[in-house]
């Protein structure tokens, strides 16, 4: 007997020296600050080690939108310094959950800065992840039990990391940085024949979709429960979020599909709800038509390149193309006489 229990501890002796290993080495943070050089490349896995156990008092977050976003030029423009913990293809829930528990972390907090790209405003859903709740997301790194915690040490992912790690540190390469963190900018090309190969036009629609008070009581109830109870919480915390430019052809889609006042509609009944809070700052990039017209700046519809992202935020830094309640309603009106009379057919004629 004594020698079956001899056996049995040293075959479990290289697991728990592996699960010491991976503990100490921690290359998604899930523990302790970083001890080494490290490897950033998994939002999902390691945001969360990052707004827990990072010192940082400025959060890039947002979906792709802001990925290119460059921390040390936030750094330099505001003062502060950042972290950026994105989501690829995020929604609000997502992303407003971060930064509920970066605020239970008592991190003071200056700066929060993201993009209200895309259409996530007009979810239905105020508390839907969409497919983040699909069984791969690693919630295990999201809760409080250790008991769950073996899935996060016994991962062939987490072991590979760990040991990327220690060689990275041996060889002193330094840690990835937060402006190449997520940063897509270098993987791809942009240009007019990029987009329009990625594009199928619609048929145009006789329909026009106009929106209704149910779908504005779902929008409000998604912008106040994600973002507006937050910033109203935390009312030392300047929340900079932004109407990313898209590009026309992105607008030529919702032209033909007969949704395109239903969506200006919603861009406006989503201003008009943030700026009812103090410390949320609203930037309107929309009606910056010499990018959103001129396709070099894209790599499909809605991406842009990175200089677009450094342009946003130094304009952000001096209030440029800032809403208030005063001027939204024109910023608004603006969108909607451009887009709705733009020659969107030019686009095609050579194509």
């Not at 295990?140 to 008991?147: E, H």
Request: aromatic residues 18%; negative net charge; charged residues 25%.
């Amino acid at each position: 007997m004594k020698k079956l229990i001899f056996k049995f501890v040293v075959l479990l002796l290289p697991v728990f020296f592996l699960g010491f290993v991976i503990v100490v080495c921690d290359p998604y943070f899930h523990y302790h600050k970083p001890i080494m050089k490290y490897i950033l490349d998994s939002e999902r896995w390691q945001n969360d080690g990052i707004l827990k156990n990072f010192e940082y008092d400025a959060i890039i977050t947002g979906t792709s939108l802001d990925q290119n976003a460059k921390n040390t030029e936030l750094d330099k423009l505001f003062k502060v310094n950042s972290v950026k913990t994105t989501y690829s293809g995020g929604n609000f829930a997502e992303i407003s959950s971060a930064l509920k528990k970066a605020f239970n972390e008592d991190k003071k907090i200056k700066l929060i800065t993201m993009s209200f790209g895309y259409t996530r405003y007009m979810d239905t859903e105020y508390d839907d992840w969409g497919t983040w709740e699909l069984a791969d997301f690693p919630f295990y790194m999201y809760d409080m039990s250790l008991l769950n915690d073996w899935q996060y040490i016994y991962n062939l992912d987490t072991v590979l990391h760990c040991f990327k790690n220690i060689k990275r540190t041996i060889e002193n390469v330094p840690s990835t940085s937060f402006d190449e963190y997520s940063s897509w900018n270098y993987l791809y090309k942009f240009g007019k024949d990029i987009v329009i190969s990625q594009y199928k036009r619609p048929i145009k629609s006789k329909n026009k979709e106009k929106i209704t008070d149910d779908y504005i009581n779902k929008l409000k109830k998604n912008i106040n429960y994600n973002f507006i109870e937050i910033a109203k919480a935390h009312p030392e915390t300047e929340f900079y979020l932004y109407f990313a430019p898209l590009s026309v052809v992105w607008w030529d889609e919702y032209n033909q599909n007969g949704i395109l006042d239903f969506r200006i509609d919603g861009i406006e009944e989503a201003i008009k709800e943030l700026l009812t809070c103090d410390n949320i700052k609203v930037f309107y990039f929309v009606n910056e038509t010499d990018i959103t017209t001129n396709l070099s700046n894209y790599t499909d519809l809605v991406h842009y390149g990175e200089w677009i992202n450094s342009k946003m935020l130094q304009d952000m830094a001096v209030g440029k193309n800032q809403l208030t309640k005063e001027n939204y309603k024109d910023a608004v009106n603006k969108t909607r006489e451009f887009y709705r009379n733009y020659d969107y057919d030019s686009l095609f004629a050579n194509n």
